[in-house]
């Protein structure tokens, strides 16, 4: 009787191990997956799809893009790109000398981009934060990069317009995958879905006015 007892009080003390390993796992992958979850919930849907080098190099050309009567470009320039993902494109503007910060939902992608900051030696000129891309002060940048969705753009277009004019900053906007529906571009780089559109906002002005 009492080996019965002692196999049935061990077969309980495996049952405990084993629920608390699963339940242990289930928690975790709920913890890891949250993240990535939670965004579909969500009005805008703005999913992670990394941007390619050729999608990279011509976000370069948008920030380094001038016309004859603008001013040079200088290393004081503030970029910031809405939804930066696993922080790709802001590590390559910081690369390039350039102050730039990102934004985004996914708390894991925030912590992989500032590991990968540091791993590249440029955690000096950037900055991530989990945010809403719509609480940020876009007039703080000089230059707004954003990989959107097509609903998205017409939201960034009245972003863009309220916080400009607010403190009347002229800016530049860099529009990937999809281009803002109301304003026209007055350059683009690239083509398919490598493809980029840059704008220019001037503050208080009618909308067509902003790619002057």
């Not at 009567?69 to 590590?91: A, H, M, Q």
């Not at 000096?124 to 753009?153: C, H, P, R, W």
């Not at 350059?187 to 009618?206: A, E, I, R």
């Amino acid at each position: 009787m009492s080996e019965v007892i002692e196999q049935s009080n061990r077969n309980h003390r495996i049952l405990a191990i084993m629920a608390g390993v699963f339940g242990g796992l289930a928690i975790g992958f709920t913890a890891l997956t949250i993240p990535f979850i939670t965004p579909a919930f969500r009005r805008i849907v703005l999913p992670f799809v990394p941007a390619t080098n050729t999608q990279i190099e011509n976000v370069l050309k948008a920030i380094e893009f001038r016309r004859p009567f603008e001013s040079p470009l200088t290393k004081e320039l503030k970029i910031i790109d809405l939804g930066s993902g696993d922080g790709r494109v802001v590590i390559a503007c910081a690369k390039q000398g350039w102050k730039s910060f990102g934004v985004e939902l996914n708390l894991w992608l925030v912590l992989y981009s500032k590991f990968r900051a540091f791993r590249e030696n440029v955690r000096q000129l950037t900055s991530f934060q989990q945010k809403n891309l719509f609480k940020i002060d876009l007039a703080e940048y000089d230059n707004i990069i954003v990989f959107g969705v097509d609903n998205l753009m017409p939201l960034i277009e009245d972003k863009i317009r309220k916080d400009c004019d607010r403190s009347r900053k002229q800016m530049k906007l860099i529009a990937c995958r999809f281009p803002l529906p109301n304003w026209k571009s007055y350059m683009t780089f690239g083509s398919g879905v490598d493809q980029v559109w840059l704008y220019n906002y001037y503050p208080s002005y009618h909308k067509s006015y902003s790619t002057l």
